[in-house]
């Protein structure tokens, strides 16, 4: 069974901030997504990989194949990056079942 | 392109009682997948379907069933509603079940069993 762990579980920053959210997990995956959850539940995928780094805008996700271990970046954070951020692991194979960590709950002052 | 839709936003329902919930996918997407979230255990894999056939199933009791029809449309259904049972159910569609696809989240819909 997958463990998938995820730090901080609350993160306050002030605008302009440089920002890392950590995800690790306990066994071998073909793919890590991040996704965002803003009040009210509605969820969005921000990325899929799974080697290396992805780059979209002022975020960037890397992993960790060999460490078992994803990061995602926001660089010159805003009060709108203010969500939950959650990592999921996809097993591999033909097995298309997602394990989430608990989520981070970022919030970003002016 | 509209995007995953759920019906109905919200609903309340008492112990002991069933209820079915609707997921209509993005258009050509074939995949469709349901989750559960409650504050405490956080999301959970539910169920997915594809082509009409689940092909991975969560650990969840066998109250919990769904099904898809041959549009895609997918329904989850929960039989003999207990408290624990009040969350947040989503769904997620994607292409295909290949191991590189995005997947795409509606709105969910909020069970509160009294």
């Known amino acids: 069974k997958n463990e998938v762990e995820q730090s901080p579980q609350n993160l306050t920053a002030q605008e302009g901030e440089f920002i890392t959210i950590n995800c690790s997990y306990s066994?071998?995956?073909?793919?890590l997504h991040w996704l965002q959850q803003h009040p009210g539940g509605g969820i969005v995928s921000l990325f899929m990989?799974?080697?290396g780094k992805k780059k979209h805008g002022r975020l960037i996700a890397t992993i960790n194949i060999q460490e078992k271990h994803s990061s995602l970046h926001i660089t010159a954070s805003h009060p709108r990056d203010s969500a939950v951020y959650i990592c999921?692991?996809?097993?591999?194979?033909?097995?298309?079942?997602?394990?989430f960590g608990k989520g981070t709950l970022l919030t970003v002052n002016p | 392109k509209a995007g995953v839709t759920q019906t109905p936003r919200y609903l309340i329902k008492t112990r002991g009682q069933q209820v079915t919930l609707s997921c209509s996918p993005i258009?050509?997407?074939?995949?469709v997948s349901w989750y559960q979230q409650t504050p405490g255990q956080g999301l959970q894999f539910l169920f997915e379907?594809?082509?009409?056939?689940?092909?991975n199933k969560g650990n969840f009791p066998g109250r919990f069933s769904g099904r898809q029809f041959s549009n895609s449309r997918s329904e989850m259904n929960v039989s003999t509603l207990e408290l624990g049972d009040s969350a947040l159910y989503l769904c997620?569609?994607?292409?295909?079940?290949?191991?590189?696809?995005?997947?795409?989240f509606g709105p969910g819909t909020r069970l509160l069993v009294l």
């Open positions: 379907y594809f082509s009409e056939t689940q092909r």
């Open positions: 997620a569609s994607s292409l295909a079940t290949g191991q590189q696809e995005t997947q795409y």
């Open positions: 258009s050509g997407h074939r995949s």
């Open positions: 999921a692991a996809r097993e591999g194979g033909s097995n298309y079942k997602l394990t």
């Open positions: 990989l799974s080697s």
């Open positions: 066994v071998g995956i073909s793919a």
